[in-house]
């Protein structure tokens, strides 16, 4: 008996996509196999975030590359938007950001990062926008409200490796 007929897919199936949506900007190759097992863990289970997130997890994978990506990550802005899903937004936009950020396009990260600024006005996953300025190594326009624990400089390295690791990647 698996564990979405025990009754544990829908818990499982979540944590997988976000573990997906993790190793996705850190190792994409790995990422492949979450992705399928997030796939298998939400097949049958209505957890439209869920859903998402390992869609978002799919795109993040593939930051940095062309074909299609902007298609699809349009595709999931207006499919999030329909359902609602605010805090799946912010990530899609994050993704967004990474992407822009990979392919060292300027303008459109600023647009992402305009995006994600009026989508955590309360201050919910406010740090993200702090991240997509790391990703594109900018200057914050005011001081972090984050707490970070290894400090902002710390954050902001690790996140431009990110970028440099994917870019490096996408080269032909």
């Given at each position: 008996?698996?564990?979405?007929?025990?009754?544990?897919?829908?818990?499982?199936?979540?944590?997988?996509?976000?573990?997906?949506?993790?190793?996705?900007?850190?190792?994409?190759?790995?990422?492949?196999?979450?992705?399928?097992?997030?796939?298998?863990?939400?097949?049958?289970?209505?957890?439209?975030?869920?859903?998402?997130?390992?869609?978002?997890?799919?795109?993040?994978?593939?930051?940095?590359?062309?074909?299609?990506?902007?298609?699809?990550?349009?595709?999931?802005?207006?499919?999030?938007?329909?359902?609602?899903?605010?805090?799946?937004?912010?990530?899609?936009?994050?993704?967004?950001?990474?992407?822009?950020?990979?392919?060292?396009?300027?303008?459109?990260?600023?647009?992402?990062?305009?995006?994600?600024?009026?989508?955590?006005?309360?201050?919910?996953?406010?740090?993200?926008?702090?991240?997509?300025?790391?990703?594109?190594?900018?200057?914050?326009?005011?001081?972090?409200?984050?707490?970070?624990?290894?400090?902002?400089?710390?954050?902001?390295?690790?996140?431009?490796?990110?970028?440099?690791?994917?870019?490096?990647?996408?080269?032909p």
């Amino acid at each position: 008996m698996g564990p979405e007929q025990r009754g544990q897919g829908s818990p499982v199936g979540v944590g997988e996509a976000m573990r997906a949506l993790a190793l996705a900007f850190t190792d994409p190759d790995q990422a492949d196999d979450e992705l399928q097992l997030a796939e298998q863990l939400l097949a049958g289970v209505d957890i439209r975030a869920s859903r998402i997130n390992a869609q978002i997890a799919a795109l993040v994978r593939d930051a940095g590359q062309g074909g299609d990506w902007e298609d699809r990550a349009a595709l999931l802005r207006s499919e999030i938007s329909i359902a609602g899903l605010a805090s799946v937004e912010t990530t899609l936009e994050l993704a967004v950001c990474f992407h822009h950020a990979v392919r060292g396009a300027h303008d459109e990260l600023d647009a992402g990062i305009a995006r994600l600024r009026r989508l955590t006005r309360s201050g919910n996953y406010a740090y993200y926008t702090d991240i997509a300025h790391f990703m594109g190594d900018r200057p914050l326009p005011h001081p972090s409200t984050a707490r970070w624990i290894d400090g902002e400089d710390a954050v902001r390295d690790r996140w431009r490796a990110l970028v440099a690791a994917r870019r490096a990647l996408a080269l032909p």
